[in-house]
């Protein structure tokens, strides 16, 4: 059973940073790929970042138009964490953010199809002065 668990979450003035993490249970974890959704209430669940296998280099990464430039996903294997960077924060980020994984080797991130099949339980970020 595959266990995703966020933190880092929290409350942060526009343009400001924070940096979410998402603790996997699995290893390696630079073999799978991690994705980063969110959902405002009342709205669709939005892929936003993806990070690839790691098939020799460092992984394909993709990022959505709202969040590109801005945001920056890393992964630390021997922690088997994915981290979320996101800087220059503004009050429409304001929602909760899932992590998100598929047992999928040779998976590369391009914004077709996400790698959603575990889930982990959402961690809730709020971006107000």
């Known amino acids: 059973q595959v266990q995703l668990v966020e933190s880092g979450g929290g409350l942060v003035q526009p343009g400001g940073s924070l940096r979410l993490a998402c603790a996997a249970s699995v290893s390696p974890l630079n073999a799978y790929p991690v994705a980063w959704f969110r959902q405002a209430p009342g709205k669709e669940r939005e892929g936003i970042v993806c990070i690839g296998s790691n098939d020799g280099v460092d992984g394909s990464t993709y990022y959505s138009d709202s969040v590109k430039g801005r945001f920056t996903i890393s992964r630390d294997n021997a922690k088997k964490t994915v981290y979320l960077q996101m800087n220059a924060l503004k009050p429409e980020d304001t929602t909760v953010y899932y992590c998100?994984?598929?047992?999928?080797?040779?998976?590369?991130?391009?914004?077709?199809?996400?790698?959603?099949?575990?889930w982990g339980q959402g961690t809730q970020v709020t971006v107000s002065s």
């Open positions: 998100s994984m598929s047992l999928l080797e040779h998976y590369f991130c391009s914004g077709v199809g996400w790698p959603d099949e575990y």
